[in-house]
C-alpha cells in the first residue's frame, strides 16, 4: 500500500483523526522513506480503544496490557502506542521521525534494522527530527 492508498483509507476510516496516529511502516510511508507497506499501524488513544472495543473490535492485548485491534482487513491499532510526538503529514498524525527511530528500535526485528538505516540516514541529511506535537 503506497501512500495515496494509506490516505485514501483513513479518510474513509470512521473515527476522529485527533484520536489516533500513523505508526511504524505506514509512517515510513508518510515520511517518504519507504515506498509501500503491508497494512496501515496506528496508535490510539484509550478513548478509541475503548470505542473499538465496545463496538466488537477487540483482537488482543500487547506488551503492558495495551489493546490491540484490528479493522477491516488493512488497519490495525494499538493502544497509546506513541514514542516521542507526532506531526501533521497530509492531514493525519503521524509519528515523528524521532518516535519512529525509538519505535523501530524497541521493535528489534530484521526488517526494522533496514527501516532504521533509512530513518537515520534522513535524519543526517536535514536534521528533521519532526514536530514535537503530543
Keep these: 500500500m ?20 500513523i505508526n511504524a511502516g505506514s509512517a515510513m510511508v508518510m515520511h517518504g ?3 509501500n507497506t503491508e497494512d496501515i499501524d496506528l ?4 478513548a478509541l480503544a475503548d470505542l473499538l472495543e465496545a463496538s466488537g473490535y477487540l ?12 479493522y477491516g482487513e488493512s488497519i490495525e ?20 521521525l524521532r518516535g519512529l527511530l525509538i519505535q523501530k528500535q524497541l521493535l528489534g526485528r530484521e526488517k526494522d534494522a ?7 540516514r534522513r535524519i543526517e541529511e ?6 514535537e506535537q503530543r
Design 114 to 120: 533496514k527501516d532504521l538505516v533509512l530513518i537515520r
Design 43 to 46: 496508535g490510539c488513544t484509550s
Design 33 to 35: 522513506l519507504r515506498e
Design 77 to 96: 491499532l494499538s493502544e497509546n502506542w506513541m514514542y516521542d510526538g507526532t506531526e501533521r503529514i497530509d492531514g493525519f498524525r503521524v509519528l515523528t
Design 2 to 21: 503506497d501512500k495515496e492508498e494509506i490516505i485514501e483509507k483513513l479518510e474513509k476510516f470512521p473515527y476522529d483523526t485527533r484520536e489516533y496516529w
Design 59 to 70: 483482537c488482543g492485548t500487547g506488551e503492558g496490557g495495551r489493546r490491540r485491534f484490528r
Design 126 to 131: 536535514d536534521g528533521n527530527w519532526g514536530q
